[in-house]
């Protein structure tokens, strides 16, 4: 059983560390590195003096042209419009592929999946051979509606701040750059300016239509409740985090003691009832779950919530490490 990881270098050391402390037994695991050679994120390359481990055997990061795909059983993607002739092939030497930045999402045969949500989505695995893990801002949410799935829900508003990471890390580098600058008194041209500026999320952007992928990912993972979900989308001058406001509305009685009960049952999230949990704090905790807190009843019917999380090592790494046990193990 052989994995192929196909990534940017920080997401790659990240996956490599969740998949460090998964059950998955890999014979071997080979890395195609898509900025090993043009990144200035953590000053890291990744050459003989950083070899990198999965389970005490060493990762063989090389060149697509370099592997053979007819040895390759899954795939972790997480690559871009330039790299999707790579999938033709894959799919043609019968790879399973989870795609981990929702490249694949909006084809309408292509599953998504939040790990624990719909899982048994992933029936439609084989029309494609692809499934594709939720955009971060659905995936958070998701996991948090869990155990209201059942409720009779009349609205839920949801307010995601997302940072310069949630872009990749180009823009990470433009954002520190633009902070410099401004903190030595240079100027920057206002239409393209990232830091200390707080935005909602313009669909005109490079990054595509955020809004609409969101909405078209939660009528998969949460059919019942896609209608009933209003998303702000906000961009924050930080650099790495992610953070949801939610406010659920239902006709019934909605019991947040057995909501926070399931909340705390569930596999990597942690919740503080009255505390708030500040992305920051989440981000530098060394468990790096999904964080719930602030949870507030302003009536029967009505409950709100704080949710923090790291978008890149929580969201995508952990998450898409879990979706991958769930294909290898057939649980579809």
């Not at 002739?85 to 084809?107: E, H, P, Q, R, T």
């Not at 920057?188 to 830091?195: K, S, V």
């Not at 019942?224 to 650099?239: A, G, M």
Request: glycine share 4%; aromatic share 8%; hydrophobic share 40%.
């Amino acid at each position: 059983m052989n994995l192929l990881i196909i990534a940017k270098q920080k997401l790659t050391l990240d996956l490599i560390e969740q998949l460090n402390e998964h059950h998955l037994d890999f014979e071997n695991v080979q890395a195609v590195i898509l900025d090993a050679k043009n990144t200035e994120e953590d000053n890291f390359e990744i050459e003989e003096e950083n070899t990198l481990y999965y389970k005490h055997k060493e990762i063989s990061v090389t060149d697509f042209t370099n592997i053979a795909l007819d040895t390759i059983d899954y795939v972790l993607w997480a690559g871009s419009s330039s790299e999707f002739n790579w999938v033709k092939d894959l799919i043609a030497n019968s790879c399973l592929i989870i795609d981990l930045n929702g490249s694949f999402a909006k084809i309408r045969d292509i599953p998504v999946v939040v790990p624990s949500v719909n899982d048994e989505s992933l029936i439609d695995i084989r029309n494609q051979n692809i499934v594709s893990l939720a955009d971060p801002c659905v995936s958070a949410l998701a996991l948090t509606l869990a155990p209201m799935l059942e409720e009779t829900i009349e609205h839920i508003f949801v307010s995601s701040m997302i940072s310069q990471n949630y872009f990749g890390s180009e823009q990470v580098v433009e954002f520190a750059s633009q902070n410099a600058q401004l903190l030595n008194g240079l100027g920057i041209d206002d239409e393209d300016r990232l830091a200390f500026d707080i935005k909602p999320y313009d669909f005109k952007t490079k990054q595509g239509d955020l809004q609409k992928a969101i909405y078209l990912e939660s009528a998969k993972v949460m059919p019942s409740l896609v209608d009933k979900i209003l998303f702000h989308t906000i961009t924050v001058p930080v650099f790495y985090g992610l953070s949801q406001k939610v406010t659920v509305q239902s006709s019934n009685t909605l019991d947040p003691e057995y909501i926070s009960l399931r909340w705390q049952e569930t596999d990597a999230i942690s919740f503080a009832k009255n505390d708030t949990i500040s992305t920051a704090q989440n981000i530098n905790d060394e468990d790096n779950l999904l964080a719930i807190s602030d949870l507030r009843t302003s009536n029967e019917q009505q409950l709100s919530f704080w949710v923090t999380a790291d978008e890149q090592k929580y969201l995508t790494a952990f998450l898409g490490v879990k979706l991958l046990g769930l294909v290898v193990s057939g649980a579809y």
